[in-house]
């Protein structure tokens, strides 16, 4: 959701608009609203730049930055849940687009005075309004379209325009009356005031000096009615552009301030927003994760019921009833999203390797483990067990037939579990790439996660996984840290612990 203007604006006010702060903006303000009355009417920039040319310059300059403000307004009505700053956008694109061109040419040209002078008098009675509304609450509805404001107050200026032409006697006298022209600059002063007046609560210097940039064009359009001359290029016309392109210069900085205001917390709601889908992109991964360890545990559990079912003597029905309780007691904790045992208690590696070989021989799997006696590391054995399971399943899928050994000794602070199959193997240049999510041979009808979820769990323990190819199969290295003493390998025990044939 966007956020409201006045948001907005708050957050680009870096201190409290204090009544110091405030009193600071009009003195400043006006302290450049007399230097440029001092130099419009004084005799000295005339000497140096002639009248006309200063005054189209200014002229050019000041439609420029009405264009400018437009522009940006209409884009923090874009960013902000709020109509305001669209009034504004269009009064300003209305103003330079028609209001100061045809002031110019009100004031140069004798042909079609009446004309240009409707123009420019409908163009700044739509301004004045439109800068009012802007000023009131009932302009807060975020639906409000610049373009079409913009054009809706054209189209009515260009209307008046032309009946201008078909009744110029009246024309000239309603273009002319200085009540009328005084009343048009009431409304904008008004607007002016309203708009400041509205900041001052709310401690937002930001619109504060907004209305008073509004209040000094106002008395620009002031200064140019109560000092228009006969002749128009002189001072009092360099005195009004002077004034004009002030006012337009203040509402600029607050303009520039607030879209940069607003352009950064897009920014922010944005990196939000990414940081969210990350989150969701991360929950997904473990949902499947999940799916994946249960799918895995569910098909051995599978084989193990089909084998309780029928004959079995009393050693190998006791073992099979632990693999599988282990077996269900890790998918329950998998499915409570807990660890089955604390991160540092460790586990006993023989009895963990003896469960997950005991439940792959029930798929059906000609696997058999050497396990060197007392082996304890400092690996859960839940994350252990599903490492090996994930490694069992996929000899299962992709060396199904072959034979798979299981073993696991003390290989100095470190336990080492291998899983060595005669399958077709991997090719070489791949050991790495194949524990990268997603990665999966051309036949695979898995989602390429096992191997993935090995080297994550894995690592949260100070574990490690590697493949290494063979000729032919290939064997999963396994190693993590011991819990117990330093021990010298012993091959001798793995031989003597030998299990199945």
């Known amino acids: 959701m966007r956020p409201p203007l006045w948001d907005v604006v708050q957050l680009s006010d870096l201190r409290a608009c204090s009544l110091v702060r405030r009193l600071r903006d009009v003195l400043l303000v006006a302290a450049a609203v007399v230097l440029v009355v001092l130099v419009g009417e004084s005799g000295v920039l005339p000497g140096w730049i002639p009248v006309e040319q200063a005054v189209v310059l200014l002229t050019l300059v000041s439609g420029a930055a009405a264009l400018a403000i437009a522009v940006l307004w209409s884009l923090v009505a874009r960013l902000t849940d709020d109509g305001r700053p669209a009034w504004a956008a269009a009064a300003l694109a209305l103003y330079g687009l028609i209001a100061v061109p045809a002031t110019t040419l009100g004031s140069t040209i004798d042909a079609g005075r009446v004309m240009t002078g409707a123009l420019r008098l409908s163009a700044h009675v739509a301004v004045a309004l439109m800068l009012l509304v802007c000023a009131l609450p009932v302009a807060r509805e975020p639906r409000v379209r610049v373009i079409g404001l ?68 106002a008395s620009a359009h002031g200064f140019r009615i109560a000092t228009e001359p006969a002749q128009p290029l002189t ?64 098909a051995g559990l ?25 077996e269900l007691a890790r998918l329950d904790a998998l499915l409570d999203r807990r660890g089955a045992v604390a991160a540092g208690s460790g ?25 060197e006696p007392d082996l304890r590391a400092a690996t859960p054995s839940d994350s252990l067990t599903q490492v090996l399971v994930n490694v069992l399943a996929n000899c299962n899928r992709h060396a199904s037939g072959s034979r798979v050994l299981v073993r696991a000794w003390h290989d100095g602070a470190r336990i080492t579990v ?51 190819p063979g000729a032919p199969g290939c064997t999963v290295r396994i190693t993590v840290p011991a819990a117990t003493a330093v021990r010298p390998s012993g091959s001798d025990a793995l031989a003597d612990a030998a299990i199945g044939g």
């Open 150 to 217: 913009f054009w809706s107050g054209a189209a009515v200026s260009l209307c008046l325009a032309g009946l201008a032409a078909a009744s110029p006697a009246h024309a000239f006298a309603v273009t002319t009356s200085a009540p009328v022209r005084w009343a048009v600059v009431a409304v904008w002063m008004l607007a002016g005031m309203l708009i400041a007046y509205q900041a001052l609560p709310m401690g937002l210097s930001t619109m504060f000096r907004a209305g008073l940039g509004v209040m000094v064009l």
């Open 235 to 298: 001072p009092p016309a360099l005195t009004f552009s002077g004034l004009r392109l002030l006012a337009l210069a203040i509402v600029v900085l607050t303009a520039v301030q607030i879209t940069r205001r607003a352009l950064h917390d897009l920014g922010e709601t944005q990196r939000e927003h990414e940081e969210q889908l990350l989150e969701a992109e991360v929950g997904l991964a473990r949902l499947a994760e999940r799916d994946h360890e249960l799918r895995n545990g569910i």
């Open 302 to 326: 599978a084989g193990a019921t089909g084998l309780l079912r029928g004959s079995l003597d009393t050693e190998e029905e006791r073992a099979l009833r632990a693999s599988v309780a282990a």
């Open 347 to 371: 586990c006993e590696v023989g009895a963990v390797v003896r469960d997950a070989v005991t439940l792959s021989r029930c798929s059906g799997m000609d696997v058999s483990c050497a396990v």
């Open 418 to 468: 291998t899983v060595a199959d005669t399958g077709p193997g991997v090719p070489r240049g791949t050991e790495r790439s194949v524990f990268d999510r997603g990665t999966r041979g051309p036949d695979s009808g898995g989602r390429g996660l096992g191997l993935h979820i090995c080297r994550e769990v894995l690592a949260a323990h100070g574990g490690d996984i590697r493949l290494h």
